[in-house]
């Protein structure tokens, strides 16, 4: 490495990235001559002795750095980063369980407490942490302080540390692409290699759950102000536990029958134990937040969007981005055998929810078939070709393995990426875009031979099967994908059109605005460029919609985004609503809190709320 940075070192100095390379560089190199001293035999002993007398008036020296704090200095420069490897390809697409090795008593040595903590130590403790700026850390987790106590042992106080910006580190340090370690200065320069920070948060959170650290801790008093949140997704529920913290009153409502959002319907079982999800939103009730499954506002038979604000003192819409973006132009597209990415997975998690009470069914495949309301779907025995990447289409692949589908084929419309991160186009610290190699494609590449993605591709037609019954034939099962090959620009390359076999195609190319139905029941503006929930990002303004005491968060108002944006969200539109209560002089004093509290005590397990 230091071969490396002494290269870049000599190198012209351009960009600002080149730059803060050579400052790096300067840096490392006085660290190392810093920590040479410091480990420096004591044949030196009497000069320094003698330079720490001159700089401290004659009186004793002190005490020699602890070993620990000289081979910490040196850290980064010593040790090689060993982050966590998931359970072996072959393992785990044999199951549902989560594909991370589970703690100190697994097969996996990179797992263990004593090798996190050396890895730790490897973080430089920069002055400008950029892994927890905003192109780092959305929720600006404090990694360079929780590094430095997981590197000293003090797991304790580490989680301290990240339970003060994280509401769920369960949940980021699970599936998290982790935009710190992009950002993260001892991975500026090509060929090294980011501190393991994603590895070091599962590390603190799972022992902090281990050890019973992790507890319910009610508010001391409440305000008596109610605060309705739509939507248990990352960014509702951060919310909720914010704002019930802040003394509020917080009833979350849900449409589906249980609380989670894409954590829990989206998200599949292998990157998320659903206990995990149940286990904090246990902790959240007991906390006092109050859920109502079941509930869709705004919907035919749900609750009355105008009964609701008319019940709280502000609400909170956290609905999602939840209109898929479609193939409607495609010729076949309208039939059986073509379904959104997030129909297939919604369905899958929930038979597997019912096959499980526990949520999960470690050794069993197929499970996912059990019949689920609708219509049925699974992989099993099927061609499926997965249109478009991203964490929906890998989660696609990973849910077809495990029910055993014939093929998989993963078709990408934009070209492969670059092995390595483009230092002009997408420089440090932006988010690396890179090759990766996903746990989804990697199981494809065990179970088939290869991996399943093909890069600059698309699909010109969903081909049938005559005599379905629909007009024209066109209702037909699905038979293949008629697909072609494009260029940089989208547009097809002549001469490469064919035919692949397809009996299931799973449309997964993201999402483009929140539904509509809700966003008309409140009379919400949208954004013109998006269709968006329309609540500003800066400013007194931050996160209130056009409707007074109604505030947007999450992936409704930024767009489809990442749990820990979601739950940045969260915590913020917390902050907005109660600097709106103070605004407007709704808290009451300290006295009268604490009457309220009393008083509020009694209803516990009922609710808060009137009707
Ligand atoms: C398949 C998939 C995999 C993903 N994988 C990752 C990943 O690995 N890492 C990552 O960081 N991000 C991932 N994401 C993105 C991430 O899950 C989202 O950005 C995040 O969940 C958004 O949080 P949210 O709270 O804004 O909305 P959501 O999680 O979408 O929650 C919105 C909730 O609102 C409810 N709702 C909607 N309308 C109503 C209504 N009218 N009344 C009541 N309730 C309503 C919905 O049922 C839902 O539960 C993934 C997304 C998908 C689709
Ligand atoms: S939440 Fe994500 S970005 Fe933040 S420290 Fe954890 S892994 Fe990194």
Not at 194 to 214: L, S, Y
Not at 321 to 340: C, I, M
Not at 450 to 471: H, I
Request: hydrophobic fraction near 35%; proline fraction near 6%; aromatic fraction near 6%.
């Amino acid at each position: 490495m230091l071969q490396t940075m002494s290269c870049a070192a000599r190198a012209p100095g351009r960009s600002a990235a080149g730059r803060l390379a050579s400052a790096i560089v300067q840096r490392t190199q006085r660290r190392h001559a810093a920590s040479s001293a410091l480990s420096a035999p004591s044949t030196s002993s009497s000069s320094s002795s003698s330079s720490s007398s001159s700089s401290n008036g004659g009186q004793s020296p002190p005490p020699p750095p602890p070993a620990a704090a000289s081979s910490r200095a040196r850290a980064f420069l010593e040790i090689e980063r060993k982050s966590t490897a998931y359970r072996p390809a072959s393992d785990r697409v044999q199951d549902w369980g989560e594909i991370f090795p589970a703690g100190d008593s697994t097969q996996q040595p990179e797992a263990t407490a004593a090798v996190r903590a050396e890895q730790a130590s490897r973080c430089m403790d920069c002055g400008t942490p950029f892994c927890q700026t905003h192109t780092g850390c959305p929720i600006h987790n404090l990694i360079p302080e929780f590094n430095s106590l997981a590197a000293d042992g003090e797991w304790k106080r580490a989680w301290e540390s990240l339970r003060s910006t994280n509401n769920f580190p369960e949940f980021t340090s699970r599936v998290c692409p982790a935009p710190c370690e992009g950002a993260c200065v001892a991975g500026l320069v090509p060929g090294d290699e980011p501190i393991t920070i994603k590895n070091t948060e599962q590390a603190i959170v799972d022992r902090a759950w281990e050890e019973g650290w992790v507890r319910a801790n009610p508010p001391k008093t409440r305000t008596g102000l109610r605060v309705v949140v739509i939507g248990s997704g990352p960014a509702g529920l951060a919310a909720a536990d914010e704002l019930n913290q802040m003394g509020h009153l917080v009833r979350v409502h849900e449409r589906e029958d249980t609380v989670g959002g894409l954590l829990q319907y989206g998200i599949p079982n292998m990157k998320l134990d659903k206990r995990r999800l149940a286990q904090r939103v246990s902790l959240l009730e007991q906390e006092g937040v109050e859920f109502h499954t079941n509930s869709a506002v705004g919907e035919p038979g749900g609750a009355d969007a105008h009964a609701l604000r008319a019940s709280a003192d502000a609400v909170v819409i956290a609905v999602g981005s939840t209109v898929p973006r479609d193939l409607e132009a495609t010729a076949g597209r309208e039939g059986p055998g073509v379904h959104f990415a997030m129909e297939y997975l919604t369905k899958s998690q929930k038979a597997l929810r019912q096959a499980s009470k526990e949520g999960v069914a470690r050794g069993g495949r197929g499970l996912a078939s059990s019949a689920w309301g609708g219509e049925d779907l699974d992989a099993g025995g099927k061609h499926v070709v997965v249109i478009g990447g991203g964490d929906t289409g890998t989660d696609c692949i990973g849910t077809s393995l495990r029910q055993d589908c014939k093929s998989m084929l993963n078709l990408e419309i934009v070209q492969r990426p670059p092995d390595e991160r483009d230092a002009a186009a997408n420089p440090w610290p932006a988010w690396p875009r890179i090759f990766r190699v996903d746990y989804g494609h990697a199981e494809a590449a065990h179970v088939f031979g290869a991996d399943p993605r093909e890069f600059g591709a698309s699909v010109l037609e969903f081909v049938r099967e005559e005599g379905g019954g629909g007009e024209g034939g066109g209702q037909g099962k699905l038979k293949a994908l008629k697909i072609v090959s494009v260029d940089e620009g989208f547009e097809p390359i002549e001469g490469t059109e064919r035919e692949v076999p397809c009996d299931l195609a799973l449309l997964a190319m993201g999402f483009v605005h929140p539904e509509r139905q809700l966003v008309d029941a409140f009379s919400l503006e949208t954004t013109r460029q998006t269709d968006n929930i329309d609540a500003p990002y800066d400013g007194a303004g931050a996160y209130k919609t056009n409707v007074d005491g109604v505030f947007a968060a999450g992936d409704c108002r930024r767009g489809q985004s990442l749990v820990v944006w979601a739950i940045n969200e969260g915590r913020n539109v917390a902050t907005a609503v109660h600097q709106s209560f103070k605004d407007r002089n709704m808290l009451r004093s300290k006295g009268d809190t604490q009457k309220m509290s009393s008083s509020l005590e009694t209803w516990m397990g009922g609710s808060f709320f009137s009707p």
